[in-house]
């Protein structure tokens, strides 16, 4: 079974960080475009980060400079590390790939 499960959210302050992982099953993550989509209340859902087989790693301008997309091809992987957090980047966090089910996701609220 093809399955993306999302985890590393939480409660942060204002310029804190946090790691968000990707675990996959059912795929390989180092032969397909992964990517990190979040949405927030209200909102719809949007595009964050990804990064292709041959590791080359885009970014929406909002977090460009910011956040960090990864890759553990040992671990099967992804991974999105986000630093100098603000309240606007609060949402559930997701993780995609291709025609793979939309997971739970991982809440990330940024708040003081």
């Known amino acids: 079974q093809v399955q993306l499960v999302e985890s590393g959210g939480g409660l942060v302050q204002p310029g804190g960080s946090l790691r968000l992982t990707c675990a996959a099953t059912?795929?390989?993550?180092?032969?397909?475009?992964m990517a990190w989509f979040r949405q927030a209340p209200g909102k719809t859902r949007e595009y964050v980060a990804s990064?292709?087989?041959?590791?080359?790693?885009n970014y929406a301008a909002s977090v460009k400079g910011r956040f960090t997309i990864s890759r553990d091809n040992a671990k099967n992987s992804v991974y999105l590390q986000m630093n100098s957090l603000k309240p606007e980047d609060t949402g559930v966090y997701y993780c995609?790939?291709?025609?793979?089910?939309w997971g739970q996701g991982t809440q990330v609220t940024v708040s003081s």
């Open positions: 990064i292709t087989p041959g590791g080359t790693t």
């Open positions: 059912g795929i390989i993550v180092g032969d397909n475009i």
């Open positions: 995609k790939t291709g025609i793979v089910s």
